[in-house]
């Protein structure tokens, strides 16, 4: 959840505490959470994780997660697609990868986005520009990018800045990637 402030002014307020209760509460198992934002508040406070991130730098952090689950293979290959040969090219350090080794399911550009964006996005990178430490970058895309169904949340943090509707694209790729377009759960 980024800057989503589930808990307090997420809308439709009434059903957020219905489902909080249900995903935290009778749901088994339990849904992991994660909220990012720039001040403690009521969503961190009841999250397994709470992030507490540089006002205007979501975006950054939702690059690196992606860098993360690219390069360590994580992303839903039946969704996003996958390399011709079945070797990841996805690498640490910021390689170009030819477009047309990679054979796209429901995502087009995958392959150019890493080249001229993600690929240099490590989460020592973001962590420079969000103050969350490289190890709970690398900690939260791992258990994003290994959970089926995972959700990318965000709301008014993330999108009130100058750069709020890059931040966004982000976040929400972080969906694509995972798989949860279009499905359940998702």
Known sequence: MFGASFLEAFRPYNNNMQVWGYIRGEKTPKTRVTAVDVHMNTTLAAADRGLLIKPGTDGALAL?????????????RSFVGD??????????????VDPKSFQANWVEGLV???????????????SKITTIPEKDIV???????????????????????????YAAMAIHALNALSGSLFAEGG
């Open 112 to 126: 150019e986005w890493w080249n001229e964006e993600v690929k240099d996005r490590s989460p020592a990178w973001a």
């Open 64 to 76: 690196a997660i992606a860098h993360v689950i690219l390069t360590e293979g994580l992303w839903e």
């Open 139 to 165: 900690a939260v895309a791992r258990e994003f990018g290994g959970t089926r169904p995972a959700v990318a949340l965000f709301e008014r943090g993330p999108t009130s800045h100058t750069n709020g509707v």
């Open 83 to 96: 390399f011709k040969d079945g070797i990841n090219r996805f690498r640490p350090g910021g390689s170009i």
